[in-house]
C-alpha cells in the first residue's frame, strides 16, 4: 500500500487547512485509516481515524470538535478538515492506514498501523 498525502502548508492561528491522503496499491474494504502527528520534541501523537467499513471515526483529546475526519471510498482517500487551529497544532502530520479494521483499544497505537505515509508539514503562526 502506498499513501501520498498532500494539503499541508502555513496557516495563521484560527484557520484551517485540508489534509488528503490517497492509498494506492490496495481495493479498501476493512481497514482503519487516519493521521499521527509529530511536533518537534514531542513523541507522535494520535489525530484521528476512521474504519473504512462502517465509517465510524475516532479523534484525539487535542483536535475533539476541531478537526473532522471523512472519506471518499470511490477515491480511497481520506481526509482531515482542520478548523480553528492553533499554535500547538504545528507539527507533521502523517497518514496512516492498518490492514485490519482495529478495535477501540488499538486505535490511537501507532504500532497497529502498518503503513504511513510521507509526511506533510503543518505550522501555524501565532
Known amino acids: 500500500v502506498q499513501l501520498q498525502a498532500s494539503g499541508g502548508g502555513l496557516v495563521q492561528a484560527g484557520g484551517s487547512l485540508r489534509l488528503s491522503c490517497a492509498a494506492s496499491?490496495?481495493?479498501?474494504?476493512?481497514?482503519?485509516m487516519g493521521w499521527f502527528r509529530r511536533a518537534p520534541g514531542k513523541e507522535r501523537e494520535f489525530v484521528a481515524a476512521i474504519r473504512w467499513s462502517g465509517g465510524n471515526k475516532f479523534y484525539g483529546d487535542a483536535v475533539k470538535n476541531r478537526f473532522t475526519i471523512s472519506r471518499n471510498n470511490a477515491e480511497s482517500t481520506v481526509y482531515l478538515q482542520m478548523n480553528s487551529l492553533k499554535h500547538e497544532d504545528t507539527a507533521v502530520y502523517y497518514c496512516?492506514?492498518?490492514?485490519?479494521?482495529?478495535?477501540?483499544?488499538?486505535?490511537?497505537?501507532?504500532?497497529?498501523?502498518?503503513?504511513w505515509g510521507q509526511g506533510t508539514q503543518v505550522t501555524v503562526s501565532s
Open positions: 496499491g490496495r481495493t479498501l474494504s476493512r481497514e482503519t
Open positions: 496512516v492506514i492498518s490492514d485490519f479494521s482495529l478495535i477501540l483499544s488499538e486505535i490511537r497505537k501507532p504500532a497497529r498501523y502498518s503503513y
